[in-house]
Structures are given as structure tokens and as C-alpha cells.
């Protein structure tokens, strides 16, 4: 009998943890088991561990362009996005992430990145499918509301960021016109008369006729610097003052194809021509 009340106090804390649904102590949490990195739908964690290495925490300071820019976000059409994102830029250090390009990601979290990059609200919709779950992404205007907001509009007027059509075959006299025009005018004060760099303290600095930096940058990322700049360096966009030029006008479609152009006559020359 002794032995038979000896096991009751057991018995009945049993009977209470069954009754209000309390884990025993130790028992795991099947919340708290890891996601397979395959399911991982959370913009922050996908772009933190993929995307902010070059464009910066906040998508605003890094390395590489940033994506977390209006004008960029705005002028960037939701193909486009995904296209890079999937299948990475050629001439450049931006990789394909797309599982089916050999990267990490899914087309679920290829999803995700482009609607808050394009500032899209959206909802994960996951289905099982026998054993595994089926995860996608689809928008919906009562979703999941971007980090970064709402880009707003592109400007009337401004350069498209994807050419449009091939670019016109071009002179040497046509590379020193665009140099003695459209690049004194829009890049010279910073990037020096043959981009050179200007002095900085005694110290060359702006150096964009470099072979290095434009051997690693593509015609097509040249054209959307020249349209957005770099705002986290200062650079303005192709509407933006200028040291020398407080009222600058606008870049139209046609120079920044110029100054493209003069960029990768650079590159082909492969040395600081007319320095």
C-alpha cells in the first residue's frame, strides 16, 4: 500500500500537465524548431543574409549601388528586378541567386525580395503537398506592407534605367565631343576632364577612367549610376546640382547613352586616355 501512494503525487502532476496542455519540463517547442533555410519567407532575414553584404544593412550604404533608393526602386520595373535578382548581372560582381541559376534562393523568396524592393504588399501563401509544403507569393493589397515603403513615382522625363534599344556605333570624334560636352558639363568638376579623378587633400580621388573599376562594371550598371548616382558617396543623380553647376539641367536619354558610351570606350582602351 505504501509503495502504491508513494507513485500518486507523480501520478497526479501528470494528470494536471495532460488536463491544461502544459509541456513537461524539458519537452521541446515545435515552434522552436529551425526552418529549413528553403522555407525562410521573412524579407529581413532573406536580405540580410544575401543582400547586405554589398548594398548595406538598410539597403542605403554598402559597397554596391543601393537598392533602398527612390529613384532606382521607382525606375526599375518589377521584371527587371526579378530578372537580376534571379540571374545576377553580367560583367559584374552581382551573382544569380535563383535556385535554378545555381544560387541559394527559391522563386518564393525571389518573390519576397522583389515585392519589397519594388515596395509591392504581398502575402506568403504556404500548401501541403504529401510530405512537403509548397510555399508561394502572390499580391495582395491587404498583405504584408514592404519594409522599405513606397518608392513613389519615376520623373516625368527622366532616363529610362534599361536601354531602351542598341546603342549607335560611335567615332573617336565622337568620344571627344561627348567628352568636351556632355561629360564636362555633368561629370568633369568631380571625376576630372578624362575622369582622371581630381586632387582631394593632395590625393587623386573620384578616378573613374580606372581599368580596374570599369573592367568590373557593366555598360548597363554604368547607365544606372549615371541616371541615380551614388547617394550614399555624395555622387548627384541625373538631375542633381553640381559642384560647379548649382542649376544644372537635366541628363535626357540621349547623353546618358553618351556618357555610356564614352565609359566603355574607356574600358576598351584600357588606360587613362589623354591623361
Not at 518589377?78 to 535554378?100: S, Y
Request: glycine fraction near 10%.
Amino acid at each position: 500500500m505504501t509503495r502504491h501512494i508513494a507513485w500518486l503525487p507523480c501520478l497526479l502532476v501528470s494528470l494536471a500537465f495532460g488536463a491544461t496542455g502544459c509541456k513537461l519540463p524539458g519537452e521541446p517547442d515545435p515552434a522552436d524548431r529551425p526552418v529549413p533555410e528553403s522555407q525562410v519567407v521573412k524579407f529581413t532575414s532573406l536580405y540580410g543574409q544575401h543582400c547586405a553584404g554589398c548594398h548595406g544593412a538598410d539597403g542605403k550604404l554598402g559597397p554596391a549601388p543601393p537598392l533602398n533608393d527612390p529613384l532606382f526602386r521607382a525606375g526599375m520595373s518589377e521584371e527587371d528586378v526579378e530578372m537580376v535578382i534571379a540571374g545576377g548581372r553580367a560583367k559584374t560582381l552581382m551573382p544569380a541567386f535563383a535556385n535554378h541559376q545555381g544560387g541559394p534562393l527559391t522563386p518564393a523568396q525571389v518573390r519576397v525580395l522583389v515585392c519589397e524592393i519594388k515596395g509591392i504588399q504581398y502575402k506568403v501563401v504556404r500548401k501541403s503537398e504529401g510530405d512537403a509544403t509548397k510555399i508561394e507569393v502572390v499580391k495582395d493589397a491587404q498583405g504584408t506592407a514592404p519594409k522599405w515603403g513606397l518608392p513613389g513615382k519615376f520623373p516625368d522625363g527622366a532616363p529610362p534605367l534599361e536601354a531602351e534599344e542598341e546603342e549607335a556605333q560611335r567615332t573617336e570624334a565622337d568620344f571627344e565631343r561627348i567628352r568636351k560636352t556632355v561629360f564636362r558639363r555633368a561629370c568633369a568638376a568631380c571625376h576630372g576632364t578624362h575622369g582622371q579623378g581630381v586632387k582631394d587633400e593632395g590625393r587623386p580621388a573620384t578616378t573613374i577612367n580606372d581599368p580596374a573599376f570599369l573592367a568590373l562594371i557593366s555598360d548597363q550598371a554604368l547607365r544606372r549610376l549615371v541616371i541615380t548616382g551614388r547617394p550614399d558617396l555624395g555622387m548627384p543623380n541625373y538631375d542633381g546640382a553640381r559642384p560647379n553647376e548649382p542649376k544644372f539641367r537635366p541628363l535626357d536619354a540621349g547623353e546618358v547613352s553618351d556618357l555610356v558610351a564614352l565609359l566603355a570606350q574607356w574600358r576598351r582602351a584600357g588606360s587613362l586616355s589623354g591623361k
